[in-house]
């Protein structure tokens, strides 16, 4: 077998890659921007680029497709269109060029939106960002390509949650990050639970994918459990760290205004923070969701989420030490 991995530069792609290696299969990586880790394997080309896609795209070789804008501040927010839906065109485009018939594409929870019931992959979607919208219409695109030739593709659509993990300078990782040195302030009532995926083990579970050989449609969420509200997650941190954390809150609504003020800094100065009123909204927000189809596959994780965070606090310390 052979894989294509299109954005394997990034945090999950490069480890990714080094699994994919390990495992001695052939892979290629494509990306604008060089791999850490990767470079002999590496091709430079942007998904918004068919040409460069053509020429760049072997046929007979499995998709995955991780490129995307995701960030929570990217400007103009086209870039969430032009990257995350006509990339996902390109590449379909190619594809159908090539006759290769089978993608692994990497959506997001973002889609059903905030404050959920514990969503499932039947429930209805709601993204409430840009990034979300855009998934969503990706994904749109994807179904498409599938319902083409049923018989003979396979498309594999995985919504993770957020993704943590040593090196990651992400959501989690910040957050971790601010309880390590001590400048965590917890806004709101930290009672809010939020689903995490530790890196290793949504690179597994793509993995374990990639190895099986259905075809047709099939639609994951991916999440570790348990689920922790931020207060347990204070917990986990404690216990990692062997410090106690700072029991002083803010109202919601004070950090959210805080959050609207730093947007207004950030479009006067083109500076950015790490803190805005759309992450405090996601910080405070329940995002728990529902991943019982994923481990129904026979998937095991490769570690538990709480020895993640622990293996994420400790490479926080061990930077902060060199």
Not at 43 to 50: G, K
Not at 171 to 190: D, P, T
């Amino acid at each position: 077998m052979s894989f294509t991995v299109i954005g394997g530069s990034g945090f999950i792609g490069t480890k990714l890659i080094s699994s994919l290696k390990n495992k001695k299969e052939t892979v290629i990586n494509i990306d604008k921007n060089p791999s850490a880790l990767h470079n002999d394997v590496t091709t430079s080309a942007d998904v918004r680029s068919m040409d460069a896609l053509r020429k760049s795209v072997p046929a007979g070789s499995t998709v995955v497709l991780l490129a995307a804008e995701h960030r929570d501040d990217v400007d103009p927010v086209q870039l969430y269109y032009d990257v995350n839906v006509e990339g996902t065109a390109n590449v379909l485009n190619v594809m159908r060029e090539k006759g290769i018939n089978s993608i692994i594409f990497t959506s997001t929870v973002a889609v059903y939106g905030l404050n959920k019931s514990e969503p499932r992959e039947t429930d209805a979607v709601d993204p409430f960002n840009h990034y979300g919208k855009s998934k969503w219409h990706a994904e749109e695109l994807l179904r498409q390509w599938y319902e083409e030739d049923k018989e003979n593709r396979k498309l594999v659509i995985i919504r993770p949650t957020v993704v943590f993990g040593p090196g990651n300078r992400g959501n989690v990782y910040n957050l971790l990050k601010q309880i390590a040195v001590g400048r965590f302030l917890m806004i709101g009532k930290g009672n809010n639970k939020k689903s995490m995926a530790y890196v290793d083990n949504i690179v597994g579970f793509i993995s374990y994918l990639l190895q099986q050989d259905a075809k047709g449609y099939f639609l994951y969420n991916y999440a570790d459990k348990p689920d922790l509200s931020t207060k347990e997650l204070l917990l986990e941190a404690e216990q990692s760290l062997q410090k106690k954390i700072s029991s002083i809150q803010i109202p919601y609504a004070v950090g959210y205004m805080g959050g609207v003020c730093l947007d207004i800094v950030a479009k006067v100065s083109g500076k950015k923070f790490p803190i805005s009123s759309i992450r405090i909204k996601k910080f405070c927000a329940t995002t728990v969701f529902n991943a019982d189809k994923a481990f129904q596959t026979g998937y095991k994780p490769i570690c538990s989420l709480q020895d993640g965070l622990t293996f994420t606090i400790n490479s926080i310390t061990q930077d902060r030490k060199e």
